[in-house]
């Protein structure tokens, strides 16, 4: 069993900066790939980053160049830097991985961009 924290959601004017961490704990393992998900209200979950194990990265075309995604393989931890931050970037963020076969969800952390 897998479970993830997520916390550093807030308020941020546009423009502002962000930082969200994921934590995953329950059990000695080693987690593959660990990503972030965001959900706006009336709308589909969406990808916004993925990292590897190994460091390789990948990211919706809509956050590239403002997103950055990091993460502790020793606390098994991942980050999401987020700069340059749109109100359409406003949406609840869901931290994600997979282990063991199954798919395993953050309770999500809101993050409001005002304009």
């Known amino acids: 069993q897998v479970q993830l924290v997520e916390s550093g959601g807030g308020l941020v004017q546009a423009g502002g900066s962000l930082t969200l961490s994921c934590a995953a704990s329950g059990s000695s393992f080693r987690l593959n790939v660990m990503g972030w998900y965001r959900q706006a209200p009336g709308k589909q979950r969406e990808l916004v980053a993925a990292?590897?194990?190994?460091?390789?990265?990948n990211y919706a075309d809509s956050v590239k160049g403002r997103f950055a995604i990091s993460r502790d393989n020793a606390k098994n931890t991942v980050y999401l830097q987020m700069n340059s931050l749109k109100p359409e970037d406003t949406a609840i963020y869901f931290c994600n991985t997979d282990y063991g076969g199954y798919y395993y969800w953050g309770q999500g952390t809101q993050v409001t961009v005002s304009s």
């Open positions: 990292i590897t194990r190994g460091g390789i990265t």
